[in-house]
């Protein structure tokens, strides 16, 4: 809720919908979680490009029933002038 109350200030369209009180079924809260994971991953993205040092870590384990496992991360360096 706070989310579309967030975007009704810019989306006059929104803002209309929340004035109408409509409730939002799972479909639509799901495409705007969705629409959050992207824009966090984009900002993320840009974050690292700009950066210009990152490296990227991949790491391989089993468990006990030898199921293997593969994590990855990425580090990178900002420099604050």
Do not use: W
Request: charged content about 25%.
């Amino acid at each position: 809720m706070h989310f579309n109350k967030d975007k009704a200030i810019d989306s006059p369209a929104v803002a209309l919908f929340l004035a109408e009180n409509q409730y939002m079924g799972h479909e639509i809260l799901s495409e705007q979680e969705e629409l959050l994971v992207i824009e966090a991953r984009n900002s993320l993205i840009n974050k690292i490009n700009a950066s210009g040092f990152y490296g990227i870590i991949y790491d391989e384990s089993s468990d006990i029933p030898k199921l293997k496992q593969l994590s990855s991360s990425v580090r990178y360096c900002t420099v604050y002038k």
